[in-house]
């Protein structure tokens, strides 16, 4: 029972591009989003987050979307850097008594080519 | 201001044999979080501890594997008898709040291979 999916296992852009990161869910009790970011042989890094109040979440190059009727947030990332490759995790938190326990996506590979 | 640590980075051992992961959390955290990620998946909730507490271990295998979090030193993930299948990446996460919606500061992980 995979309850957030991140479809697309892999992304290829180039750089300067924008780079778009899908993620659905299908809890509705979700009511925190988080994206992390993780290198090979590293743990996740946190990027960016965004309560279920909120529609959209902006940090630097960063942006995340929520839309709670469609189940559905995406990442985006404006200009992509060769930096930015990664696997990226989208993670809900149901809140409350979730003690802040993460669902996590199964991830989607970044590639931003020079 | 270290982050989260965890020792042994890559641990190897035989079917049957015990591991033990370690985690300390940053500094001023007394929340921890156990994930497991398995080759080509994300990562899956193993277990939720505060100091000398366990909240939350609704996604821990019932035999084989235990958490604890004492009052003093890391938290330690124990799984006695490993089988092949328990080859995967271990991370630990910690958080000054175990409320939703805080982030949690993850560890670099410890790698187990079961020959």
Redesign the interface.
């Known amino acids: 029972d995979q309850q957030v999916k991140q479809n697309s296992p892999s992304l290829s852009v180039q750089e300067g591009r924008i780079s778009i990161l899908n993620c659905d869910y299908t809890n509705s009790m979700f009511d925190y989003f988080l994206w992390y970011k993780k290198y090979p042989a590293e743990g996740p890094t946190f990027l960016i987050s965004i309560s279920s109040i909120k529609d959209k979440n902006e940090d630097g190059r960063f942006t995340v979307f929520l839309n709670k009727s469609a189940k559905h947030l995406s990442l985006h990332i404006v200009p992509s850097q060769p930096g930015d490759s990664a696997v990226y995790f989208c993670a809900a938190d149901a809140g409350g008594t979730s003690y802040g326990k993460l669902t996590f996506g199964q991830g989607t590979i970044l590639t931003v080519h020079p | 201001n270290a982050g989260?640590m965890?020792n042994p980075r890559h641990l190897v051992r035989r079917r049957g044999q015990e591991a033990r992961l370690r985690c300390s959390p940053m500094k001023g955290h007394s929340?921890v979080?156990w994930?497991r990620q398995l080759p080509?998946?994300?990562?899956?909730?193993m277990v939720?501890l505060q100091k000398e507490n366990i909240?939350?271990e609704s996604?821990m295998p019932k035999e084989r594997f235990s958490a604890e979090f004492p009052k003093e030193g890391p938290s330690i993930l124990r799984i006695q008898q490993v089988v092949r299948g328990d080859s995967a990446a271990y991370?630990c996460?910690s958080?000054p709040?175990?409320?939703?919606?805080?982030?949690?500061?993850?560890?670099?992980?410890t790698r187990l291979t079961v020959l």
């Open positions: 989260v965890q929340h979080y994930y080509e998946e994300g990562l899956k909730f939720y909240i939350d996604g991370f996460a958080s709040s175990g409320a939703g919606g805080n982030e949690q500061f993850f560890g670099p992980g």
